[in-house]
């Protein structure tokens, strides 16, 4: 699924990959800004219950960051293969004005409210009828 590229497409794609390399900084420092509080943390003396909720926030950002720079990495492998840009549910070219919004987007508008849409009660099996 290669895609050519012309030389207007060369200066996007330089575009491109300045943004989400810096995004990626953005987030690695993110993380280890938080993970250092993380660990901060422990060597307070701090009330147990405050120390859980902190941990238990700080976890959840984490999660998220991970998420985001791992579909970062994702976005600068398809730039390489030349795939960037290109929904990966159907195809067709991602909207430009999404792709400066969510750089790292692996699909189109359309795609991604079909694949975010999950019936956690599907998920976990409840209201099965035998």
Request: aromatic share 6%; charged share 25%; with cysteine.
């Amino acid at each position: 699924m290669k895609k050519v590229t012309t030389g207007l497409q060369d200066n996007a794609t330089d575009n491109s990959r300045k943004l989400l390399l810096d995004k990626q900084a953005e987030f690695l420092e993110a993380l280890g800004i938080n993970s250092h509080r993380l660990a901060a943390a422990q060597e307070i003396d701090v009330d147990p219950e405050r120390l859980l909720q902190e941990e238990s926030l700080n976890l959840g950002l984490n999660q998220v960051l991970y998420t985001q720079l791992r579909l970062v990495e994702e976005a600068l492998v398809r730039l390489d293969l030349g795939e960037y840009g290109y929904c990966l549910g159907c195809g067709d070219p991602i909207a430009p004005n999404r792709l400066r919004s969510v750089p790292w987007t692996p699909y189109c508008l359309g795609c991604q409210e079909k694949t975010s849409f999950l019936n956690p009660a599907e998920l976990i099996g409840a209201g099965e009828r035998n």
